[in-house]
């Protein structure tokens, strides 16, 4: 079966401080890959996706991943952080239903 | 245009009573997914509808659980006989179709909290 890991569990940065957060999936054939966000209190929402061709990936609010196959690895990066993008991010592999399996989510609290 | 909505936001009942929890999807969006998000378990998967119908109801956790779609809308999420660990914020997302490059939008999810 499918599976998706986050290592980080939580992640405390300072403002413009640059961000990366490792996601790792189990399925070694064609994959669809995701990030999103929850900001506190909101309901989750899409931050960026992978399907095919350019493995860099540009999402919304200048975040950004990097599908590398040989590492089962689509990490994602913001190269300044702002008190805004506090929130817990997920990552997500699409399954054989259409469904998201996640991963446990890493929570980003950013300093002022 | 309006996102994908869910009624109750808020649920608290007691052990051993059954609740309904409501999803309505975007409008036009033919798949509509459940979810369970809990502190231990993190985002599960439940189950999946396109149009009315649910081809695989693995996901649920037990047969005290149960979904219906009518109309290829609105969903609804059954539980039958509650359990504290039924305790969790349940959360329905719909696509247009359940395609490989289509995106899942969220609803705001209902929190239950079973006493």
């Known amino acids: 079966a499918q599976s998706v890991s986050q290592h980080n569990h939580h992640v405390i940065l300072s403002e413009a401080a640059s961000l990366e957060l490792g996601c790792n999936y189990s399925?070694?054939?064609?994959?669809?890959l995701f990030w999103y966000v929850q900001y506190p209190g909101q309901h989750l929402q899409l931050l960026l996706k992978?399907?095919?061709?350019?493995?860099l990936v540009k999402g919304i609010k200048g975040f950004e991943a990097e599908f590398i196959k040989s590492k089962f690895s689509f990490n994602l990066r913001k190269p300044s952080v702002q008190w805004s993008d506090t929130a817990e991010y997920f990552c997500?592999?699409?399954?054989?239903?259409?469904?998201?399996?996640f991963g446990k989510g890493t929570k980003l609290s950013v300093k002022p | 245009g309006a996102g994908v909505s869910q009624s109750p936001s808020n649920k608290v009942t007691e052990k051993g009573k059954d609740v309904e929890l409501r999803c309505d999807p975007i409008?036009?969006?033919?798949?509509l997914y459940w979810y369970r998000q809990s502190l231990g378990q993190g985002l599960e998967f439940l189950i999946y509808?396109?149009?009315?119908?649910?081809?695989?109801k693995s996901g649920l956790p037990s047969d005290r659980f149960s979904a219906e779609r009518t109309g290829g809308s609105v969903s609804t999420l059954t539980i039958q006989r509650t359990q504290q660990e039924d305790s969790a914020v349940y959360l329905c997302?719909?696509?247009?179709?359940?395609?490989?490059?289509?995106?899942?939008?969220f609803g705001p999810g209902t929190r239950l909290t079973v006493l």
């Open positions: 997302a719909s696509s247009l179709d359940p395609g490989r490059t289509d995106t899942q939008y």
């Open positions: 399925y070694g054939g064609t994959v669809n």
């Open positions: 992978y399907f095919s061709g350019d493995p």
């Open positions: 997500a592999v699409k399954g054989s239903q259409g469904n998201l399996i």
């Open positions: 409008s036009g969006h033919t798949a």
């Open positions: 509808f396109q149009g009315n119908s649910a081809p695989d």
